[in-house]
């Protein structure tokens, strides 16, 4: 049967390999010499998972709603199996995978906080809210994202269709959430990276279309840190 | 003068004198030998802090202003100096704080997160919420809460007012909050297990007053784990 998988983890501060580690714990609870785990798509080095979406054939008799409790209790803590469920032959999480949510979380305050300050981007200067506001909603639609990918990802196509960009703020902290049908090497981080650039007064808002017509790296703002970055949902059509 | 700080920490799990550690930082910052920093009260092993509050008096000519990015310079990043004031020569941070508000975090889902799970206490049954939002609100007022603390603490009196006692519910976490006067040895992680125990039908809310009354810690619910507990605020009179 094929099972797909919802998983969540932590970043670790040394490289954790998540797929080998459950793929471990599988083999161990299937007794199967070989599982192939295949997640929805290689998320960025560093970045939190709410809700990654994998999936792996076995023929164990072990009823599906039993994995994540036998899962979790072989790998490590910073790794979740949230739940598991029986799919068609056919399934792929990549290949069917229909949109993904990515958040960003920013903390606009001078010194952040201990305690989550793995957790989320200390951005200490003053932001102009109303203006990321604007600016991230020029991101929304199909475009070619160039502009907004590191080199390293080599997809063929770089146009992306973002559903919806919305900006969120609760006191000190702000939320950047996007939903897509699929996003490029980086690309969250450094759309993240040009709507604080705006909130700065480094880039206007109103410049944001042509800086993604004229597909050049250079002229989006930078590359924000993985650790704000999180996973958020992977989804599929019933 | 005399400086008033708050402070910021995450639990860690060696143990990190937080108290030593910021001194240090403030001996090498105003060159002089001996400075006490007085915190407004111990909290228990392991607690997090968004807001503790301490004091400690210097000659230093350095603007009052300047304290906290000096001193978070100079100490470990799980600690957060986010402000500092210039006080009266008589304030002392335990003897003058009027309330104090503590907030426990439980995350009733199956599993948790992998992300905050050493930031929340993960309570996989089921809780009917209903009766703990009655169970909660009989801890307001004032009491002798002697069933609610362990043994380790040595106050002369164990009675104690709760002024606000509530209970948030926010998808699958559930926030306990409670401002009081002040709080005993394990108190507020008594008190909250008290609560999931309600929740979870092994003690009856209406039992409550006289669990209470009876001022026996067995009648009570467990001590949660101090991960789960936040020192969110320390209040003085203006």
């Avoid at 998972?49 to 999936?55: D, F, H, K, S, T």
């Avoid at 990515?102 to 109303?130: D, H, M, V």
């Avoid at 049908?181 to 690309?187: A, D, E, Q, V």
Wanted: aromatic share 8%; with cysteine.
């Amino acid at each position: 049967m094929m099972e797909k998988i919802l998983i969540g983890w932590q970043k670790q501060p040394n490289k954790l390999n998540i797929q080998g580690e459950i793929e471990e714990a599988i083999k161990q609870i299937t007794k199967e010499e070989k599982i192939e785990l295949i997640a929805s798509g290689r998320t960025d080095a560093g970045v939190h998972a709410l809700g990654q979406v994998a999936n792996f054939k076995t023929n164990s008799k072990l009823p599906v709603e039993k994995f994540p409790i036998a899962i979790n209790s072989k790998i490590k803590k910073s790794i979740v199996i949230k739940s598991a469920e029986e799919v068609s032959e056919d399934f792929h999480s990549r290949y069917h995978c229909k949109r993904k949510t990515y958040r960003y979380i920013i903390n606009n305050s001078k010194y952040g906080t201990a305690i989550y300050r793995k957790l989320e981007c200390i951005i200490p200067q003053k932001l102009n809210i109303e203006e990321m506001e604007k600016a991230i909603k020029h991101f929304e639609g199909e475009h070619d994202f160039k502009a907004f990918k590191s080199t390293g990802g080599n997809n063929k196509s770089n146009v992306r269709t973002i559903y919806s960009a919305n900006l969120k703020k609760d006191n000190d902290r702000i939320y950047l959430e996007f939903t897509g049908n699929g996003f490029l090497y980086n690309m969250v981080r450094i759309i993240s990276g040009t709507i604080v650039d705006v909130g700065l007064g480094k880039i206007k808002q109103e410049e944001i279309p042509n800086i993604i017509k004229q597909k050049d790296r250079q002229k989006a703002g930078k590359t924000l840190p993985a650790h704000g970055l999180y996973l958020v949902k992977v989804e599929y059509e019933e």
